[in-house]
């Protein structure tokens, strides 16, 4: 059972477009949801993360959108770049929990 | 370079064979997780130590094993192997026993069963 499921599977913009990637989760108990960026041949790196005392995070062009009553989560690439192609996996987990439940990827492709 | 080094990057093997996978963690870190990520599952979490103990398993193979050693590395053993096993295996590190706080992960191991 998919604890975290993220949509779409695959995405393609032009440069400068804005991609957006929705994760919805199930499991009241999750406090954590961090976003991952992952380049072919390389592990996931943590890209941004947000708590749920907050709707909205902002890290440079990276912003998490948090809809607490909906369980839902997005994030927002702003002025999209070719090098941010990669694949993007959101994750969470709950306050002592151990393991982060992560989202089956999207493949973002940026089109110079 | 997220300080979390894997060996070996590639590995071939065929079924029925055991292999093991090793995990230097970033300087530091007490807990270690192991993930397998195969192209229709995503990164599905197999198991955590922290600091030489397991703190946590998910969805672990029999077949699967690992230990972590008093330097904190840790390694993954898996045995009888079958080809739906072929997958990358990605080591992460943190701080903290929870979670909530930054994983890093290795570049992990490309394991080919045939």
């Known amino acids: 059972q998919q604890q975290v499921k993220q949509s779409p599977q695959s995405l393609i913009v032009q440069k400068g477009g804005i991609p957006i990637i929705n994760c919805a989760y199930e499991?009241?108990?999750?406090?954590?949801f961090p976003w991952y960026q992952q380049f072919p041949g390389k592990g996931p790196a943590l890209l941004i993360a947000i708590r749920p005392d907050v709707s909205e995070k902002k890290e440079g062009r990276f912003t998490i959108s948090f809809n607490k009553s909906a369980k839902q989560f997005s994030l927002h690439i702003m002025d999209s770049q070719p090098g941010d192609s990669a694949t993007y996996f959101c994750a969470a987990s709950a306050s002592g929990a151990n393991n982060l439940f992560f989202g089956t990827g999207t493949r973002l492709t940026v089109i110079p | 370079d997220s300080g979390v080094t894997q060996t070996p990057k590639h590995l071939i093997t065929a079924t029925g064979q055991r292999v093991t996978l090793r995990c230097s963690p970033r300087?530091?870190?007490?807990?270690v997780y192991w993930y397998q990520q195969s192209l229709d599952q995503g990164l599905q979490f197999l198991i955590q130590y922290y600091n030489g103990e397991e703190r946590a398993k998910g969805n672990i193979l029999e077949r699967f094993s690992a230990q972590q050693f008093p330097d904190l590395h840790s390694e993954l053993n898996l045995s009888s192997l079958e080809l739906g096993d072929s997958a990358l295996y990605f080591c992460?590190?943190?701080?903290?026993?929870?979670?909530?706080?930054?994983?890093?992960f290795g570049q992990g191991t490309r394991l080919t069963v045939v």
């Open positions: 300087s530091g870190d007490l807990s």
């Open positions: 992460a590190s943190s701080a903290l026993r929870q979670a909530g706080t930054e994983a890093f």
């Open positions: 499991n009241t108990a999750f406090d954590y």
